[in-house]
């Protein structure tokens, strides 16, 4: 069955420049969250979504970084003015809901390098 | 400190061993994921736990409430096994939940 979906696969672009990441989740599923991985990191928390309500925003690291999520859907997380710094993976999960203990499913992941 | 503490931070062990990965944590959790990520970066999650133990082909998790401690085993290990397994535990906040990552245990299982 279909799973969680990230586009693009691969991202190379040079610093300054604005870049859209974008991530189809689960049909049915309401919250939907990004995380990145730098090289040798762990996973770090970006942002979450679930369902209308107001996005836990706590983990952008700046206010380069923002994402919606449309119609309860499809979401994208936009980094503005990149730097080097944001070279990672960025990854994207879906789970079912908040309620009760439901596990995330991820996607392959966006592999952005910044030149 | 760290929220939630994996233990080791490296394992490498000759094929067939039984291996054991620790994760504690000092936080208020509502479940705690077990992932496995492959070297190619893709994640899989392994299993969701809230009590008790889970069991899958060759792995089995447990988790302790009380002592806020989870296990990962894997039995007959096998080379394929090698990957970086993370524990993440997840808790509520007053408007929402969070997950909370451990560092990572990489395991190199030898032929």
């Known amino acids: 069955g279909a799973g969680v979906s990230q586009s693009p696969s691969n991202k190379v672009t040079e610093k300054g420049k604005d870049v859209e990441l974008r991530c189809d989740p689960i049909?049915?599923?309401?919250?939907l969250y990004w995380y990145r991985q730098s090289l040798g990191q762990g996973l770090e928390f970006l942002i979450y979504?679930?369902?209308?309500?107001?996005?836990?925003k706590s983990g952008l690291p700046s206010d380069r970084f923002s994402a919606e999520r449309t119609g309860g859907s499809v979401s994208t997380l936009t980094i503005q003015r990149t730097q080097q710094e944001d070279s990672a993976v960025y990854l994207c999960?879906?789970?079912?809901?908040?309620?009760?203990?439901?596990?995330?499913?991820f996607g392959d992941g966006t592999r952005l390098s910044i030149l | 400190k760290n929220e939630v503490e994996q233990s080791p931070q490296n394992l490498t062990a000759q094929e067939g061993e039984f291996i054991t990965i620790n994760c504690s944590y000092s936080?208020?959790?509502?479940?705690l994921h077990w992932l496995q990520q492959h070297p190619g970066g893709g994640i899989v999650s392994l299993f969701m736990?809230?009590?008790?133990?889970k069991k899958h082909g060759r792995l089995i998790a447990t988790i302790n409430i009380q002592e806020k401690h989870s296990s990962l085993h894997i039995t007959a290990s096998h080379p394929r096994d090698s990957a970086v397994y993370i524990c993440?535990?997840?808790?509520?906040?007053?408007?929402?939940?969070?997950?909370?990552w451990g560092a990572g245990t990489k395991l190199i299982i030898k032929p």
């Open positions: 999960a879906s789970s079912v809901g908040r309620q009760g203990n439901q596990p995330q499913h």
């Open positions: 049909s049915g599923h309401t919250a």
């Open positions: 979504f679930q369902g209308n309500s107001a996005p836990d």
């Open positions: 936080v208020g959790i509502s479940a």
């Open positions: 736990l809230s009590s008790g133990k």
């Open positions: 993440a535990v997840k808790y509520v906040t007053d408007s929402n939940y969070q997950l909370i």
